[in-house]
């Protein structure tokens, strides 16, 4: 069963690599770098930090993104230590070059969600929620199109960042509440 599961799970990005043009391979190849060593989400993060509305929002995105560095690059993907994609797919070709061997789960998507949902929750305007998740989501599918990732490994990602992403709102009450108790 878990065989058959693996094999549909390389047969996706088969079909992904048929429908590739270069105008896409440009963009995704380009976005999914975006979040090498999860740069964008950073320094967004931190440029929401110098404007009072949006430091919240930022703070605890980088939190969010610090538990999800931790879960992710230093515990999972060394647990399962599962090898990239074009390393056993027979015909995949990758876009870009990945020097981490293990590719379960996504850190890219893991940093895009634990990110993204943080500002989601804090967004007051409807359209910038959906525009949160809308790029995090677009990271996640720039890891299955570069061939870097399985799916599983995005969807694993995708869990692990909302998770994180949690884990900030838990970190946040629990500080407020505190914070709270010592202007008594």
């Known amino acids: 069963m878990l065989e058959t599961f693996l094999n549909l799970d390389g047969a996706f990005l088969l079909r992904l690599q048929d429908l590739r043009i270069p105008i896409l391979n440009t963009f995704f190849s380009f976005y999914t770098q975006l979040g090498n060593i999860g740069l964008v989400w950073i320094l967004l993060s931190a440029a929401m930090l110098l404007h009072p509305k949006t430091r919240k929002a930022g703070f605890w995105a980088l939190i969010a993104m610090l538990f999800g560095f931790l879960c992710t690059n230093v515990v999972l993907k060394h647990l399962v230590a599962r ?3 074009w390393l056993v797919v027979e015909g995949l070709t990758h876009l870009v070059e990945e020097h981490d061997p293990n ?3 996504s850190g890219h998507t893991c940093a895009a969600f634990a990110c993204c949902v943080t500002w989601a929750r804090f967004a007051s305007r409807r359209w910038v929620k959906v525009l949160c998740l809308a790029l995090a989501v677009l990271m996640g599918f720039s890891r299955l ?3 870097v ?3 599983t490994d995005v969807i694993a990602g995708c869990a692990v960042g909302c998770f994180c992403a949690l884990l900030s709102w838990a970190a946040q009450q629990e500080a407020e509440k505190r914070w709270r108790g010592r202007k008594r």
Request: charged share 10%.
């Open 103 to 105: 590719s379960f789960p």
């Open 149 to 151: 990732h399985f799916p």
């Open 83 to 85: 090898t990239r994609p």
């Open 145 to 147: 199109y570069v061939g």
